[in-house]
């Protein structure tokens, strides 16, 4: 079989996208959708986004990691997908879609992408960590000399040492200024450092805020594979209207047979 597939990209955080309106493609094959996403055997990626019609929403986004098992939230991905939308003709400039956490409002202009992500109403706090879920699990730890850091030996210890099989996210942090983090991410499905990742820029943006690191509404973040930034509001120890902001780029379009 033949598909035509997109490759998009935010802040680095590699995806291919296709547009599955009919439903052709075999979700279930966790080997496929692996085999596409291999950087050697197949086109290359951080994971796969169905692009799928919804009966409420402008469309459904769905996400595979890496290792081919649908993944939980994906924020980046969540950013492309809106711009592959647009791109399609299914949105214009503002949109509501479903992913797997739920309901979602997003707006693009030109290569910018603002996505709502979901409230925040738990933050556990850990020895030298903070642990939350913002869409999918994070754990975010603060660091000296993190362009020196071992992120995946560490990362890997961490995701499975405290976290078991099902694992979490890991997040490496140093602050750079009063409103501004860098921050480098083991990502769990990939089980590798990406270069950003956006469900944890937004964790580490509500855990700086909570350690008292970040007295502001809004976070500054320095990927590995660029800027994004974090607005939130804090509603009596809750965190609302958390919107994570940045671009989001088609890199190229193909087709690939299997």
Not at 83 to 108: N, P
Not at 137 to 159: C, T
Not at 179 to 190: A, L
Request: with cysteine.
């Amino acid at each position: 079989m033949e598909t035509t597939f997109y490759k998009y990209q935010g802040t680095g955080n590699d995806f291919v996208v296709i547009d599955n309106r009919t439903l052709f493609f075999p979700k279930e094959d966790e080997r496929l959708v692996a085999h596409l996403c291999h950087r050697r055997f197949g086109i290359g990626a951080d994971g796969l986004i169905l692009l799928e019609n919804d009966d409420d929403t402008d469309f459904r986004m769905v996400y595979f990691n890496a290792d081919g098992k649908e993944g939980s939230m994906c924020g980046n991905g969540g950013r492309c997908i809106v711009a592959f939308a647009k791109f399609l003709g299914v949105i214009e400039e503002t949109t509501t879609f479903i992913a797997v956490d739920g309901l979602h409002e997003a707006s693009v202009d030109k290569d910018v992408v603002s996505l709502k992500m979901q409230d925040v109403l738990e933050i556990h706090t850990k020895p030298n960590a903070i642990f939350l879920n913002t869409g999918s699990p994070h754990h975010v730890q603060l660091v000296s000399g993190l362009d020196d850091f071992n992120v995946v030996k560490e990362g890997a210890k961490l995701r499975y040492g405290i976290y078991g099989e099902a694992g979490s996210n890991i997040n490496f942090v140093e602050q750079e200024t009063p409103d501004t983090f860098k921050v480098r991410t083991y990502e769990r499905g990939v089980e590798d450092e990406t270069l950003s990742c956006g469900t944890g820029v937004t964790a580490v943006a509500l855990a700086m805020h909570h350690l008292g690191k970040a007295d502001v509404g809004h976070v500054n973040i320095d990927a590995v594979g660029g800027k994004l930034k974090v607005d939130f509001k804090l509603d009596q120890k809750e965190y609302r209207h958390i919107y994570l902001t940045g671009e989001a780029k088609q890199v190229f379009k193909g087709t690939i047979s299997w």
